[in-house]
């Protein structure tokens, strides 16, 4: 079992940057892989970022670019996301998930997401 909790949220202004955290608790957080998700007013929950178990393999959606970074510090149990100019669009709740499947080299929208956190709000304001 994984527990996550979401930080780092809030209200920013089109092109700042914020940092989400997704710190996790429970079972071994080393070995899992920690994605971002996001869910817009209205609109279907779409895959943002990814991280495999030993950072070795990322994974962004294309609406990304080079915007975000995502990164995990296992000896702290964290996952980040550091989002940088960000636009209206980017404007939704936030989700962290963790994989279910231990060890997973390759990481990406259709991993075994079978844990996750309860959100963080993330507006953008223009």
């Known amino acids: 079992q994984v527990q996550l909790v979401e930080s780092g949220g809030g209200l920013v202004q089109a092109g700042g940057s914020l940092r989400l955290a997704c710190v996790a608790s429970?079972?071994?957080?080393?070995?899992?892989?920690v994605g971002w998700f996001r869910q817009a007013p209205g609109k279907a929950r779409q895959f943002v970022a990814a991280?495999?178990?030993?950072?070795?393999?990322?994974n962004f959606a294309d609406f990304v670019g080079r915007r975000f970074t995502i990164s995990r510090d296992n000896s702290v149990n964290t996952v980040y996301l550091q989002m940088t100019s960000l636009k209206d669009e980017d404007t939704a709740v936030y989700y962290c998930?963790?994989?279910?499947?231990?060890?997973?080299?390759?990481?990406?929208?259709?991993?075994?997401?079978?844990?996750w956190g309860q959100g963080i709000q993330v507006t953008v304001s223009s």
């Open positions: 998930a963790a994989t279910t499947r231990a060890y997973t080299a390759v990481i990406g929208p259709t991993s075994s997401w079978g844990y």
């Open positions: 429970g079972r071994t957080f080393g070995s899992v892989g």
């Open positions: 991280i495999n178990w030993n950072g070795q393999d990322t």
